[in-house]
């Protein structure tokens, strides 16, 4: 019954920050022992974890993304937010949000359908 529905931009310019929310429905995303998480998947290439934050509000990135991302939450509107600064075409995938027992891309039994995200110019 819990539903995740990503929201944002589909088109990004290089240089500028990709943008993007996951409104949860159906549940707290303060729940205790859930980790809502971003994953992205490039075109023809496996899912990448972007990062996540915890029901308590703390947070994790990716290694290769942690410099650019920052990930956080509105309680008020049960919702989670993606920022990834300066971004390049290698940042296009398809970004999903997602929700688990843990951070990354494994343990996640609640999913969002997806957004398209295409960085250019």
């Known amino acids: 019954q819990v539903q995740l529905q990503e929201s944002g931009p589909g088109l990004v310019k290089p240089s500028q920050t990709l943008s993007l929310t996951c409104t949860v429905s159906?549940?707290?995303?303060?729940?205790?022992?859930?980790?809502w998480n971003w994953i992205r998947q490039p075109p023809g290439r496996g899912q990448e974890y972007v990062g996540c934050?915890?029901?308590?509000?703390?947070?994790e990135y990716g290694p290769s993304l942690t410099s650019r991302t920052s990930i956080s939450r509105d309680t008020s509107k049960n919702q989670f937010t993606l920022q990834l600064t300066s971004v390049t075409p290698e940042d296009t995938a398809v970004y999903y949000c997602?929700?688990?027992?843990?951070?990354?891309?494994?343990?996640?039994?609640?999913w969002g359908q997806g957004t398209q995200v295409t960085v250019s110019s």
């Open positions: 934050i915890s029901h308590s509000g703390f947070t």
């Open positions: 159906g549940g707290p995303i303060t729940t205790k022992n859930l980790y």
């Open positions: 997602a929700g688990g027992r843990s951070c990354g891309t494994g343990e996640n039994h609640l």
